[in-house]
């Protein structure tokens, strides 16, 4: 178990490594999305669990273009200084040069939803979804958007599309079971 385990991350390991040296080579980070996509279908600890998101994450970060990747690495500093506005118009900027870039959408929505702007993060939320509906973030988000919205209904479908994405999420789970018994 421990060595297939150690196998196991010394393969994550190379695939992140290759994902973040790779930035221009799409179709194969798609690849690479549906391979770990398809590993979380399978009954893995939490910590394999977390290192595979992590990596998917990683892959749905990388921008087309190395110049606006190195405008997104600037959004950290917005927001380490809670300068949303700030964010929220550098982000929709980057939206305008580059509008399938998924991460841009994504980080935009969770500032939205940061100033309490649900509608906003939810039109964002489903711009990510629209790009890659697998995003298991943005579904998470999104849920907790319908939750805050009171739309209890919507919450406990969405995070049944995202239960077929994290089959093996406790956490999941016991939102569904919770939700179940609201509806």
């Not at 200084?81 to 991460?103: G, K, T």
Request: with cysteine; proline share 2%.
């Amino acid at each position: 178990m421990i060595q297939s385990k150690r196998y196991f991350f010394i393969i994550l390991i190379l695939l992140s490594y290759q994902v973040c040296t790779s930035q221009v080579h799409a179709n194969s980070n798609s690849d690479r999305v549906d391979y770990l996509i398809e590993l979380l279908q399978e009954p893995l600890d939490t910590e394999s669990q977390k290192e595979i998101k992590g990596a998917i994450i990683r892959i749905w970060k990388l921008s087309k273009s190395e110049e606006i990747q190195q405008k997104m690495n600037n959004i950290e500093h917005f927001i380490r200084f809670r300068q949303y506005q700030e964010a929220e118009d550098f982000l929709s900027h980057i939206i305008l040069e580059q509008d399938d870039f998924i991460d841009a959408y994504y980080q935009r929505a969770i500032i939205h939803y940061y100033q309490g702007e649900v509608n906003e993060a939810r039109l964002d939320l489903l711009n990510v979804l629209s790009l890659e509906p697998r995003h298991f973030d943005a579904l998470k988000v999104l849920a907790l958007v319908y939750e805050k919205q009171n739309k209890k209904t919507e919450a406990y479908y969405t995070y049944k599309k995202l239960e077929k994405i994290l089959p093996h999420d406790e956490n999941v789970r016991s939102k569904l079971k919770s939700l179940e018994k609201l509806i």
